[in-house]
T-cell receptor, first 111, second 113 residues
Framework: TQLLEQSPQFLSIQEGENLTVYCNSS?????LQWYRQEPGEGPVLLVT?????EVKKLKRLTFQFGDARKDSSLHITAAQPGDTGLYLC???????????FGKGTTLSVSS | EPEVTQTPSHQVTQMGQEVILRCVPI?????FYWYRQILGQKVEFLVS????????KSEIFDDQFSVERPDGSNFTLKIRSTKLEDSAMYFC???????????FGSGTRLTVV
């Protein structure tokens, strides 16, 4: 059974601080995706990474896929209260197959 | 921005009753999925559907569950005889193919009483 271990589970920081969320597995994934989920809503895709070592940037968010395609990280620079939410990583072992989700990281950024 | 539409947003049903959850995926997408999320737990895969048949299913997707794409537009999940433990948010998702990002609907909150 493939698992994605996401850490930390909870993170509470002050506005302006930097943070990193990690997503680790012992299995190789074809792609890894990061989502943000608001309460009572479906996950909204932030980014997909498919190449080992790939780095993608989305404004203050930097996503990295590990060289071996088993892990990924999400780094937020100068966090803002609007970044508060639940961040999910999810991997697919092959294109189009089921997504395996991590448990999520609940981020709280206070001003 | 194209979106996946799910109805109803909330459904309350009595244990043992049948429910049908409906989804309209994005029109040019080819792969369709159902996921569920029990309150406070992670999102879990139920079933994927491609080329008018189930392509993959999880252990959760037992004989009580079925999916259909009746008219080339809608994608439905039927639970024949609901149990209390079926209470969850059910999300439909679709993807064009390859490693493109999945688009999720806003979900149906199913409450079995």
């Amino acid at each position: 059974t493939q698992l994605l271990e996401q850490s930390p589970q909870f993170l509470s920081i002050q506005e302006g601080e930097n943070l990193t969320v990690y997503c680790n597995s012992s299995s190789v994934f074809s792609s890894l995706q990061w989502y943000r989920q608001e309460p009572g809503e479906g996950p909204v895709l932030l980014v997909t990474v498919v190449t080992g070592g790939e780095v993608k940037k989305l404004k203050r968010l930097t996503f990295q896929f590990g060289d071996a395609r088993k892990d990924s990280s999400l780094h937020i620079t100068a966090a803002q209260p609007g970044d508060t939410g639940l961040y999910l990583c999810a991997g697919a072992r092959q294109a189009g197959t089921a997504l395996i989700f991590g448990k999520g990281t609940t981020l709280s950024v206070s001003s | 921005e194209p979106e996946v539409t799910q109805t109803p947003s909330h459904q309350v049903t009595q244990m043992g009753q049948e429910v049908i959850l409906r989804c309209v995926p994005i029109s040019n997408h080819l792969y369709f999925y159902w996921y569920r999320q029990i309150l406070g737990q992670k999102v879990e895969f139920l079933v994927s559907f491609y080329n008018n048949e189930i392509s993959e299913k999880s252990e959760i997707f037992d004989d009580q569950f079925s999916v259909e794409r009746p008219d080339g537009s809608n994608f439905t999940l039927k639970i024949r005889s609901t149990k209390l433990e079926d209470s969850a948010m059910y999300f439909c998702a679709s993807i064009r193919g390859g490693d493109y990002g999945y688009t999720f609907g806003s979900g149906t909150r199913l409450t079995v009483v």
